[in-house]
């Protein structure tokens, strides 16, 4: 079945035995759905998690519902960069291929905070975490003929823009908008990372998605942080009368991870009103996030920071 019939459902996963995929975030929301599915059909699972003690929780829910599951649980602060390299580390020493990776892990509209590296937060969680770990563990994609490099964005991203000259928010900060930024740079990453990886004629895929409107924690984490608890029961009751289930939130996810028609570049999300909700399709993202001149420089600036540098198995195309 293809994103075309608008219908696909976990029931169209292919057996996945033999199958290494990694998931950030993998002990709630998006990230546990997407591990759970994928461990079902087959695949061996590494969830990255920065709780333990909620990753071990997550393990435990996933091998209840499927008692032969092949997991694993390995610590990821992707706010901390020797988090990522450690992870990336102990992935590449225990496993000689990797099917998917899943850049999944994100944090939303929080309060002005920094990383352990000094980053605005959301920029170093959701996209600089991510292209670092994408970069430690790219030899093991690449050796992996047709492997995957999935990044979950939102659509968010329509209202983001990079802001070079005040990228961690020292001299203005809205949480909305740094959160917009993050999205975008997920996609001109996901994006970016397609036209290298083709131009390298490598075999591996990136590839975008967004869940819609999925009830997740994702939009209480602020609210937790500041200790608004009318704020956070608001956002719960708005999650549980409006937003789509978190499995059907997962379906891009897991659509983009595994379907045959996918292709490097696709973005795929829900199909339904103004993809907030409904089953995954190939959909579209806005025209900035499409800029090659954008990326390639976020690209730049993302190497700079992180100390991670993609050219010696992908020189740039330039």
């Not at 003690?53 to 649980?73: D, Y």
């Not at 329509?158 to 909305?176: E, K, M, Q, V």
């Not at 103004?274 to 954008?294: A, I």
Request: net charge neutral; hydrophobic share 45%.
């Amino acid at each position: 079945m293809s994103a075309r019939d608008s219908r696909w459902t976990v029931r169209e996963l292919p057996d996945l035995r033999g199958r290494v995929v990694v998931v950030t975030g993998a002990n709630s929301g998006i990230g546990f759905e997407a591990a759970l599915a994928l461990a079902g059909a087959g695949a061996h699972v590494v969830l990255g998690c920065r709780n333990e003690a909620l990753g071990a929780e997550a393990l435990a829910a996933i091998r209840e519902k499927h008692p032969g599951a092949s997991l694993e649980l390995v610590r990821l602060d992707l706010a901390e960069l020797a988090s990522v390299r450690r992870f990336a580390d102990l992935v590449a020493e225990r496993h000689a291929r990797l099917d998917v990776l899943i850049n999944n892990a994100g944090v939303m509209a929080l309060p002005h905070r920094r990383t352990a590296d000094g980053f605005e937060m959301q920029l170093g969680t959701n996209h600089l975490g991510h292209f670092a770990l994408t970069g430690h563990l790219l030899e093991r994609l690449l050796a992996t003929e047709g492997s995957r490099v999935v990044t979950v964005s939102s659509l968010a991203h329509t209202f983001g823009a990079i802001r070079f000259d005040d990228l961690h928010g020292d001299r203005s900060y809205r949480p909305w908008l740094a959160y917009g930024q993050a999205k975008l740079a997920n996609l001109l990453f996901a994006y970016e990372l397609q036209r290298r990886l083709a131009a390298a004629h490598r075999s591996s895929l990136s590839v975008a998605c967004h869940p819609g409107y999925a009830n997740t924690n994702l939009q209480m984490g602020a609210a937790r942080m500041q200790d608004a608890r009318f704020r956070e029961r608001l956002w719960q009751l708005v999650n549980g009368t409006v937003a789509q289930s978190t499995a059907m939130g997962a379906l891009p996810t897991l659509y983009a991870a595994v379907a045959p028609d996918v292709e490097g570049g696709d973005y795929i999300g829900p199909g339904g009103l103004f993809e907030l909700f409904g089953h995954p399709v190939k959909v579209t993202s806005n025209r900035r996030s499409r800029d090659p001149e954008l990326a390639a420089r976020l690209w730049r600036e993302s190497e700079a920071l992180t100390g991670v540098s993609y050219g010696a198995l992908l020189p740039d195309p330039a």
